[in-house]
Every structure is written in C-alpha cells, then in structure tokens.
C-alpha cells in the first residue's frame, strides 16, 4: 500500500506542477501590467514599483515563475486588491462553508443514487426502472442554477418554509445553519445522484448477472442480502470512482450554487473576486481548488484500492 | 470482437442514420428536440412574434398571455422572442466550441497516439494539466482574465472540452496505427501527413463524433452557466443563462422569466442527452 501511495503521490507532482503554471500564467493573460492587475487600478505608483520588484517581473518568465511558487510554498498568496487582506487567510475562510456544503451535497446525492440505481437494475423494464432512468437523465440535463432557482420558488417563495439564501454558522445555531443549507446542498446533490445512479444501475446489472450471484440465489440467500451484500459489494468500486471525479467537478458546480443562494464559500469568493478584479483572490483560489480536485481524485484512487485489493496488487 | 473491427467504422448514409435514431423512440426524442432548437435558432426572424429588444413599457412585467405567451420582462421585451433569439447563441457557442475542441483535441490526440514517446508524453500531460481543473472554474477564470465576451465563451469552453477529444482520438490512434492497411501504407513511402490524415483520421472519427455530440449538451450548460454569471455574451444580446440572470431579481412578482429560459436550456440539453445515448448505442459496438 505504502509503495502504491508512493508511486501515484510521484505521478501527481508534474500535475501539481502544471496547474501552478496555469495559475500562474492566469495574471500573465491579464491585458497589461501584472502588477496592477495585481495591486487594482487605482493603486499607488510607488506600490507597484515595489511590486513588480518583489515578483520579479524584470527578470525572464521563468525566473518570474520561481520567485512566484517560492511565495505561494511560503504561504504568501498576495493580499487582496479590495482592503488588502491577505488572500489565503481568506480562501481558508471561505473552505469550510464549502466543504459542509459539498459533504451535505454528497450525502444527499448517496443517499438517492444508491438506493434508486439498485431499485433500477433489481427491476429492470419495469416502471420503476424507467421513471429512475428517466429522472435520472432530468437531472443530468438540468443546469444546477435552474434547478436552485426552482427550489427557491417553490420552498421559499410559494411555501415559504426555507430560506432562499444566506448562511448562518453551523456553531452559532445549528438548526438555522441547516434550514440554511437544505436547498444549496439540494441543488448541488441532485445532479451528482443523477450521474451516481446511472452508474449504480449499469454496474449492479452487470454484478447481478455474474455467476457468483448466481451461486448465491442458487443457495436460497434471501434476496436482500444477494443484492445490498454480495452483489452491492463488487459494484462499488466503478461507483466509487465515478463519484469522486463527480466530486471533484462538484468544486466548479459550487460556484454557481454559491452564488444564487449566496453561500458564502470558495465559489462566491471566486464569482465575487472576478467582478471586482481581483486577480490575487482569482488566482488563489483556482490554484487551492485544482489542488483539492487532484487530491479529491487520489482520495478516490485510495479508497478503491481498499475497496479492492486487487487494484493495488496489479 | 477483434481491435480492428472495433476500431473501423463503415459511414452510413444519412437516412440510415436517420431510420436507425426514430426507430429508438429516446433517440427520437433527442432528435426532435434538438431539431426544435436548430429550427428556433435557425429561424429566429421568422418565428420570433416582436424584435429581441422592442422595449413595450406598457406592459412590463406582464405574464403570460395571448399577445405574449410567455409574458414580458422588465423591460416589456416578449420572453418567447428573448428565448427564440437566446437558442442562437447557445446552440453558436455550444457548436463552435465542440467543433474547435475538436479540431484541436483530434490533432493532438493523432499526433500523441501516431507518434508515441516524448511527443506523446509532452501532449497528454499538458492535457491531464487541463483535466485537473474543475471545467466550470477553468472557463470561469479564462473568461474573467479574457474577459466577459461571447468570443472568449468560445474559448474557454474549447480549452475545457479539449482533453476529453486529445484522449479519445489518442486512444483510438494507437489501436489504427497497428493495422496492416496503415503499415502498408508506411511501406509504400506514403508522407507522414498523408498517413495521419487520409488513412487514420477517417477511422478514428466515428468515436470523436460521439464524443463531440455528448460534449455539446455540456457546452451549452457550460454557456449557460457563464452567461448566468455575467461573464458570457453581454446584454442585449438575448442568452438563456443571461435572461435567466436577469430573472433572479424579479422572481416573486415575475417567477416565468425564470422558468421559460431554464426549461428552454433543460429541454435542448435533455434532447442532446437522449440523441448522444442513441449515437452512442449505434456506433459503439461494446454498449
């Protein structure tokens, strides 16, 4: 195991590498100085001059690029154009409120996806299956922000019994944390159930033809246990998989989530950073979240090969 | 089922492309609604009851009715008109972004499977680079640095969708190069250019075109989606996401504004799904 983790820990340092190119070459794209794109318009001259000494912008590219890392390793992500706060204290800031949100979207997608994909595959061509399949596609078809703006005219506007935005602290007050949290986690869950249970179906159907499924229905096993025991077990792995790169996309969904229930995590910071220009924020927080995708996505390598071993051995 | 028959598509011909999607009633479907869209986006003039931006202040606001059957926005603009003319500008920027990430992901994905080593190395990990951004961020943080333009939407979807087309073609590269007819060709002295072009490029496109049919559906989400947040095409220009935007602010006394585009964008996107599953049930042998 510990060789395995050392080996896709190795492959991930040219992508890690890459993305902070990307990031980097993202203020670089900026029409003009990057320094004052860094820094905002109406920035004092001598504070650019000091600057663009300090990020080496004289220097060639590379040397541009070194000096750039070398600030971001140190924790030094620059200071925001608005109030000049620094921007990792802020980009941890807004983590949390995005991290509950993506764990509650997570466990609303698992808690349909699962069940539905299983009542799909089990009773296949019935009814059941096609209205799952059907719904299935509806949510994969439907943008997120179409569908939270819907929640908000039904739940909050039609029958007013949840907020249609905001956000209140979990440790403040825990029941007005959730009440705030029921519709952006709903919005953002139901396109990951949709792509879970089609996963779901397509994988059980295929276990549940296998022989040893058969072996076990042939020995009388109550249903249930053939299903959510025997053959549950062995499908899990290509859901698995498929629900970490759909979590890992979940970070771009969040943004416009965030924003249309205001939501005050990485997505709205970054939605609220673009319009103000402000580029050190931007950079920031497409650097952390690549980061966070690459590491959502070797979370998931990890737990597969506990799921099954056998991905490891080979 | 051997390497080459799966990977050499014999073309068919329009109609029996056409007779093998209606005889799948989801295939169907698709087919219908997306034919819907192109006739909207097509012949918008025609179809369109008023002009885009005919401002008719007398009735803003107005909801559903027989003069405008989808009601009016603030600025008394007819909805149908707004949505006719918004399916121009999401089907534009859905095609050509699925049609540049093509073109581009293809020649890469060619020039990576063909000539292996380096080559392959250099491109495939440029493109697992493009892979590690979430897709929505990384047309975000084009279209902010860019800036805010239907062009630079164009753009930035390319780029996302990019990776996805440089896999597949690189993927089914490597299984053609292999073929005899191809090895045949290398022993007749045949340019590099040819080979690439003339003899692996039509016998990888059957999947890239399957590909590129299921990518279309996500370019017009992802259109939306920049649209919604003020960094695709910019007012007047009629857009789904954009009209959507605009519907935030008015949805208790004028909730159709928020309807009428997003099941616009629902519909077309459902019709790309159920045509992609089609295609994909037709032309890949494995489902």
Known sequence: MARYLLARLIALVPILLGTSVVAFFLIR?????????LLGLDADPQAIAALRQQLALDQPIVIQYVTWIGHIFAGDFGRSVQGGRPVLPLLLGALGPTALLAAAALAISLAIAIPAGIVAATRRNTSADY???????????????????????????????????????????????????????????????????????????????????????????????????HALR?????????????LGQLLGGVVVTETVFSWPGIGKLTVDAIFA?????????????????????????????????????? | MSASANAIHRPAGMAAFLRTMTRDPRAALGLGLVVLAAIAALGAPLIAPYAPDFPDFVNTLSPPSAAHWLGTDELGRDVLTRIVYGARTSLFVGILSVVVAALAGTGLGLVAGYFGRWTEALIMRAMDVVFAFPSILLALAITAVLGPSLTNAVLAIAVVNLPVFARVARAQ????RQLEFVEAKRALGFRTANILLRTILPNILAPVIVQGSLLFASAIITESYLSFLGLGAQPPTATWGNMLRNAIGFMEQAPWLALFPGAAIFLTVLGCNLLGDGLRDRFDPRD
């Not at chain 1, 794209?29 to 794109?37: E, F, H």
């Not at chain 1, 007050?173 to 179906?201: I, K, N, S, W, Y």
């Open chain 2, 173 to 176: 590269t490597l299984v053609v």
């Open chain 1, 234 to 246: 062995n499908a899990r792995i290509p859901i698995v998989t498929l629900h970490g790169i759909q």
């Open chain 1, 29 to 37: 794209l900026v029409p003009g100085d990057p320094a004052i794109a």
């Open chain 1, 277 to 314: 220009r402000d580029y050190p924020v931007v950079q920031g927080a497409v650097l952390l979240t690549a980061v966070a995708f690459v590491l959502i996505n070797l979370a998931t390598d990890l737990v597969y090969t506990v799921l099954d071993p056998r991905v490891r051995l080979s």
């Open chain 1, 131 to 229: 209205a799952a399949s059907f719904l299935a596609l509806c949510g994969l078809s439907m943008p997120s922000f179409w569908l939270g703006v819907l929640l908000i005219l039904a739940f909050s506007i039609y029958w007013p019994i949840l907020p249609a935005s905001g956000y209140v602290s979990l440790t403040a007050d825990p029941l007005e944390h959730l009440r705030h949290l029921v519709l952006p986690a709903l919005t953002l869950g139901a396109a990951l159930a949709a792509a879970t249970m089609r996963m779901t179906r397509a994988t059980m159907l295929e276990v549940l033809r296998s022989d040893y499924v058969r072996t076990a229905r042939a020995k009388g096993l109550p249903r249930r246990r053939v299903v959510w025991g």
